[in-house]
């Protein structure tokens, strides 16, 4: 086979947790120019969402190298002169990436070239707008998911008089599939019975009063309907962080109900659930988005309100808005084509072209000899009573250079430190699986 003629492109993609990396690793790969042959190397940041080796097999995707570090040693990585990059990628909660900014700055701070830095929301941005956003600042591109995502973020940068150049506009990188298909309900044969998906999130909603209500109607919809194929699907196991904290996890609750035999819990990769699905229930996940651009009928539930808390006022004006009474009774949403043109969903076809602005701002930048310093809004005299602390929670100083006996990342780390950190990570989440909801029932008292 001969040798690839394609102009390599080294990229590195930081992310905390399971749906980030799946979103930094996609991402990474959509926005390379068309021409390029992209080595990616991915690097997890150590913490309580950590993907578990089984998180990253159901991500499935695949890099050239992966490895755990803290934001010290992914800085010092990116500082050393024998490790060129052309596209950092940063996958990471807003707070960190102000962080890993000032670290970027103060690690390449006199190199006549640098990489590109890019970041961006791993889903629908619903909260924190200005918070999240102020903190992403200073990227050379801020991706958005959406047309309306794009206004809104130019709005708030402008807002504040902070550069809104590099501001985006793309689609989410994992949104794929074929389109659905009504089934024939005077088909013999098909693909089975008729199939609903909830689509569970880690932390919406967080009462235990909300989750088991939610529990209880997926499983009455299962009674009501026995031709039908209920599915419950799962984002983590047990044990398990994702991006949100889930201290009750349906897991436990399904053990005390009785649900019927066309009842069940689903692992695996969304995409490979949604083949086989004919309607995604969800109170807010981004899995709606997902469902609707493979034309899917999609509800977003109205049983718990429709509240900034749940997420789900951003689905108003979608079509999608429906209680489970509704759905018992045989409702099926349409949705409204200007409000899914608006968020990026493509449903119209256009979604391979969704990335084309962002590959062709890509490829500019690399054509330039020198970028200028990264320049986050946040400064020590911008706001000297908020960045200090962001920076120390990753061991960084006020200049972002790494703080005394911040860790070594030109060592393993001891079988002791191994061992502390495993136990750590298990006692944290004990804590807030179990402890944290006892202390909270007493308080109710």
């Given at each position: 086979m001969p040798a690839s003629t394609s102009k390599p492109l080294r990229v590195a993609v930081l992310a905390d947790s399971d749906t980030r990396w799946k979103w930094g690793s996609l991402t990474a790969n959509r926005i390379s120019p068309?021409?390029?042959?992209?080595?990616?190397?991915?690097?997890?940041?150590?913490?309580?969402?950590?993907?578990?080796?089984?998180?990253?097999?159901?991500?499935?995707?695949?890099?050239?190298?992966?490895?755990?570090?803290?934001?010290?040693?992914?800085?010092?990585?990116?500082?050393?002169?024998?490790?060129?990059?052309?596209?950092?990628?940063?996958?990471?909660?807003?707070?960190?990436?102000?962080?890993?900014?000032?670290?970027?700055?103060?690690?390449?701070?006199?190199?006549?070239?640098?990489?590109?830095?890019?970041?961006?929301?791993?889903?629908?941005?619903?909260?924190?707008?200005?918070?999240?956003?102020?903190?992403?600042?200073?990227?050379?591109?801020?991706?958005?998911?959406?047309?309306?995502?794009?206004?809104?973020?130019?709005?708030?940068?402008?807002?504040?008089?902070?550069?809104?150049?590099?501001?985006?506009?793309?689609?989410?990188?994992?949104?794929?599939?074929?389109?659905?298909?009504?089934?024939?309900?005077?088909?013999?044969?098909?693909?089975?019975?008729?199939?609903?998906?909830?689509?569970?999130?880690?932390?919406?909603?967080?009462?235990?009063?909300?989750?088991?209500?939610?529990?209880?109607?997926?499983?009455?919809?299962?009674?009501l309907h026995p031709d039908r194929e209920v599915l419950l699907k799962l984002r983590s196991k047990p044990g398990e962080h994702t991006t949100h904290i889930e201290e009750l996890p349906y897991q436990k609750l399904v053990q005390k109900a009785d649900p019927p035999a066309n009842f069940r819990l689903v692992y695996g990769h969304m995409g490979e659930v949604l083949d086989r699905t004919d309607l995604l229930v969800t109170v807010s996940s981004t899995a709606a988005l997902e469902s609707l651009h493979r034309r899917i009928p999609t509800v977003v539930l109205t049983d718990l309100g429709v509240r900034e808390a749940l997420g789900n006022h951003h689905f108003v004006g979608s079509g999608c808005l429906a209680s489970w009474d509704q759905l018992d009774a045989g409702h099926r949403p349409v949705p409204d084509p200007g409000w899914v043109a608006r968020q990026g969903v493509a449903a119209d076809g256009s979604y391979e072209t969704a990335f084309d602005a962002a590959r062709r701002r890509i490829t500019e930048l690399l054509a330039v000899d020198g970028l200028p310093p990264l320049a986050p809004y946040y400064t020590p005299v911008t706001a000297p009573g908020y960045l200090p602390g962001i920076l120390a929670r990753h061991h960084l100083g006020p200049d972002g250079s790494p703080l005394p006996g911040a860790p070594a990342a030109d060592r393993e780390p001891s079988p002791v430190r191994q061992f502390v950190r495993k136990a750590a990570r298990g006692a944290y989440r004990h804590g807030v699986q179990r402890v944290a909801p006892v202390i909270r029932r007493m308080g109710e008292l």
């Open positions: 068309a021409e390029s042959d992209v080595r990616l190397d991915g690097f997890l940041l150590r913490g309580r969402a950590t993907p578990t080796a089984r998180q990253l097999e159901e991500v499935g995707v695949r890099a050239d190298s992966l490895r755990e570090v803290t934001a010290v040693e992914f800085l010092r990585e990116m500082g050393r002169e024998d490790r060129v990059y052309d596209v950092v990628v940063l996958a990471l909660v807003g707070g960190a990436v102000q962080a890993v900014l000032h670290g970027l700055s103060r690690a390449w701070d006199g190199r006549a070239k640098r990489p590109l830095v890019v970041t961006g929301y791993v889903g629908v941005v619903y909260e924190k707008l200005a918070d999240g956003l102020l903190l992403r600042h200073g990227a050379d591109l801020v991706l958005a998911n959406s047309r309306q995502d794009a206004d809104r973020f130019r709005a708030v940068y402008e807002g504040v008089g902070a550069d809104a150049g590099s501001v985006t506009e793309v689609a989410l990188p994992f949104l794929g599939g074929d389109a659905y298909t009504e089934r024939d309900p005077s088909a013999e044969r098909g693909r089975g019975p008729c199939t609903v998906v909830f689509a569970a999130q880690p932390s919406v909603p967080e009462s235990r009063k909300d989750r088991t209500y939610l529990l209880d109607r997926l499983i009455g919809h299962a009674r």
